[in-house]
């Protein structure tokens, strides 16, 4: 008994002397790396330069950047986060970047439709704004248009209006990337009496943004029919000065290039070189009436150019040469442009599939622009137009975490053959279920969480009556 009971404890020391010893040889597990948000699951559609498409993909965040995207297998093995967003049955891709809009307009949506540009602006528009527009109603136009495009996916935009200041503080509140321009003219504005309360606004208003995370502030010399030569010169000295992006409508409409070719003898492209104006640091809205060697001279600049498909058509201004511009090199972007008058939402994914269409039919040809580009436009084409295609536009490592994710379980939504195709002609604005900006959840499973939606609607329906009776309308 006593010979048997040594040789089983010999063996059990035996067997725990090995177990210790290959426990010793296997590796730990590897430790995870710590990330902020992990969107796992999802189709991913990344717009980066492979126009890599995951279609189990994952995206780590830390802070406000992407730190890794891929196969979701490959991300759940390295990173472990505070948060996760199950993307399971939804397409996860870039937010959406409306390259040219004047959100505080909001407020005056459906004011006065079916005119030409320039009898909506001067006998409409100007005249609504002198009389009722102040920091309040930007304040709440804002507002209203944050909630409006957040639901439709946009997370950064330009804009071009009075009172910037007040934008860009709501624009911050509300957690959007916006290109914000205070609005130039050479008639006093709602903001500014004089010149030069307007140079010390804006001024003031570039200083005070400088280095913020979200908000670009710009200098927007409002056209070359409003603003006259010193005016678009002052505006450019100023924004160069304060390394700030130049916003302008360029080419919008046949009366503009017909008369800069009367009074500067020079399409207005071709002026606006004269004055030194076009450059890296320019975003262009519309460029409708752009010929071949004004496309060339943007082209050489590096000027963005943002089309806006729904304006151009229901103020019948034009169609504007998108696959020429883009095929000279020029970056192009799209637009929204005001929501009053001249659209009247805020919705990119309707522009898309305007603009691919509008394409097609004015060139009769099916291909002229296609799903895919359209797309890039809406994302990363339309960061190049706002030259922020280093931080925005692409689901990449290092770039900001600015994220969409659009439901697939719709009828309009199945089933899906190219993905392309799908985010230009078949999914809609409101299948955009949660929105990440920044690395920030904004809007989730469609509740905002920024924005104080029900409030803004109530202010809207509140302005509408002031707004009437100012102008004597029933």
């Not at 692409?394 to 659009?406: H, N, Q, T, Y």
Request: hydrophobic share 40%; glycine share 6%; proline share 5%.
């Amino acid at each position: 008994m006593t010979s048997t009971a040594s040789r089983f404890g010999t063996q059990i020391l035996l067997a725990f002397l090995l177990l210790t010893a290959l426990r010793a040889q296997t590796p730990p597990a590897p430790t995870k790396k710590p990330a902020d948000l992990l969107i796992t699951g999802g189709l991913v559609v990344s717009m980066d330069p492979a126009r890599h498409i995951y279609d189990d993909g994952s995206i780590a965040i830390s802070g406000d950047s992407i730190v890794a995207v891929g196969p979701r297998q490959d991300i759940e093995s390295q990173f472990s986060a505070k948060q996760t967003i199950d993307a399971s049955g939804k397409l996860v891709m870039p937010g959406f970047i409306n390259g040219h809009t004047h959100v505080p307009m909001t407020l005056l949506r459906g004011l006065h439709d079916d005119v030409t540009l320039d009898d909506w602006l001067r006998k409409y528009i100007f005249p609504a704004e002198a009389k009722n527009v102040n920091e309040d109603f930007v304040r709440w136009g804002t507002r209203l248009a944050a909630a409006e495009q957040i639901r439709f996916g946009v997370t950064t935009f330009a804009d071009m209006y009075y009172f910037e200041d007040a934008v860009a503080e709501e624009t911050k509140a509300a957690g959007m990337r916006g290109v914000l321009g205070e609005t130039w003219l050479d008639f006093p504005a709602p903001d500014n009496k004089s010149e030069a309360a307007m140079i010390l606004y804006t001024e003031k208003f570039l200083q005070k943004w400088q280095g913020d995370p979200l908000i670009h502030a710009a200098v927007a010399p409002h056209s070359i029919y409003t603003c006259s030569r010193k005016t678009l010169e002052d505006a450019a000295t100023l924004a160069r000065k304060h390394h700030a992006p130049i916003l302008i409508h360029v080419a919008e409409m046949k009366k503009e290039r017909d008369d800069s070719e009367k009074q500067n003898g020079a399409s207005p492209v071709q002026y606006l070189q004269t004055l030194g104006l076009l450059g890296p640091d320019v975003v262009a809205a519309h460029c409708i009436f752009v010929d071949e060697a004004d496309r060339k001279t943007l082209a050489q600049h590096n000027v963005g150019c943002v089309h806006n498909p729904s304006s151009n058509m229901m103020l019948a201004s034009g169609v504007s040469p998108v696959p020429e511009m883009r095929a000279a090199g020029v970056a192009v972007g799209l637009g929204t442009d005001g929501p009053a008058g001249s659209n009247n939402d805020l919705d990119l994914m309707e522009e898309m599939d305007l603009a691919a269409k509008l394409a097609k039919i004015t060139k009769n040809d099916p291909l002229a622009l296609n799903a895919k580009a359209v797309v890039e436009m809406a994302t990363i084409d339309g960061a190049r137009a706002l030259h922020m295609e280093k931080e925005i536009g692409s689901l990449e490592p290092g770039k900001k975490a600015d994220v969409i994710l659009i439901r697939l379980d719709r009828p309009n939504a199945v089933p899906i053959y190219d993905v392309y195709s799908q985010l230009a002609y078949s999914l809609k604005g409101d299948d955009v279920t949660t929105v990440v900006i920044g690395g920030r959840v904004v809007m989730r499973d469609q509740v905002l969480l920024t924005v104080k939606e029900e409030e803004a609607i109530a202010k809207a329906k509140e302005y509408k009556k002031a707004i009437a009776a100012s102008l004597g309308l029933p």
